[in-house]
């Protein structure tokens, strides 16, 4: 079974900081890779995906995720955050042809205005 | 308006209750799951179904019961041999092995 870990639990920033999260996962097949993002009130909502190709991914939002196989690593980057990408923030981990799914633990991240 | 509904939105229950927690999509999807979500821990997977008749366990099953007898939906049963089941539920589909969408989530509290 995979398991994904999420380094931050609590980041803090304000508007126009860059901002990384990282995530690591142990499984040593292929996988499919997911972000998403759970703003305060709403549902759970895919952020971006990572199946096969190109290793730099980009989704909604102007948020992308790079790939690093042989760091089993899937970090999602936003150069400048907005007061409304606060939010909580999952990454997702399945084997290819696996219907389960291993979440982190999520990072709650805060942007001051 | 396609998507997954869950009702009610909030429960309270008593504690030596069992209570169904519902689950309905109308995207077509053919699988279905069922996720806890508690502080800090990210969500866990209790049951899934690829196909109708069929489920499976996750990872934290104990406690927890499901059916799939329609397509559309997939309602959870906390029984009372859960022992913690004060947590916020999430129920998801996808097609085939494809992207998981949720629902808004139900929270459930025992008193």
């Known amino acids: 079974a995979q398991s994904v870990s999420q380094h931050n639990h609590h980041v803090i920033l304000s508007e126009a900081a860059s901002l990384e999260l990282g995530c690591n996962y142990s499984?040593?097949?292929?996988?499919?890779l997911f972000w998403y993002v759970q703003y305060p009130g709403q549902h759970l909502q895919l952020l971006l995906k990572y199946f096969s190709g190109d290793p730099l991914v980009k989704g909604i939002k102007g948020f992308e995720a790079e790939f690093i196989k042989s760091k089993f690593s899937f970090n999602l980057r936003k150069p400048s955050v907005q007061w409304s990408d606060t939010a909580e923030y999952f990454c997702a981990v399945n084997a290819l042809r696996d219907y389960k799914l291993s979440f982190g633990a999520g990072t709650t991240v805060t942007v001051r205005a | 308006d396609g998507g997954i509904t869950q009702s009610p939105k909030y429960l309270f229950r008593k504690e030596g209750q069992n209570v169904t927690l519902s689950c309905e999509q109308n995207?077509?999807?053919?699988?279905m799951y069922w996720y806890r979500q508690d502080p800090g821990q990210g969500l866990r997977l209790i049951y899934y179904s690829q196909i109708v008749n069929d489920f499976q366990k996750g990872d934290i099953a104990e406690g927890y019961s499901v059916s799939r007898e329609k397509k559309e939906s997939f309602p959870l049963t906390v029984t009372s041999a859960q022992k913690n089941p004060t947590a916020f539920y999430l129920c998801?589909?996808?097609?085939?092995?494809?992207?998981?969408?949720f629902g808004p989530g139900t929270r459930l509290t025992v008193l």
């Open positions: 998801a589909s996808s097609m085939d092995l494809g992207t998981q969408y």
């Open positions: 995207l077509n999807h053919d699988a």
């Open positions: 499984y040593g097949g292929t996988v499919n």
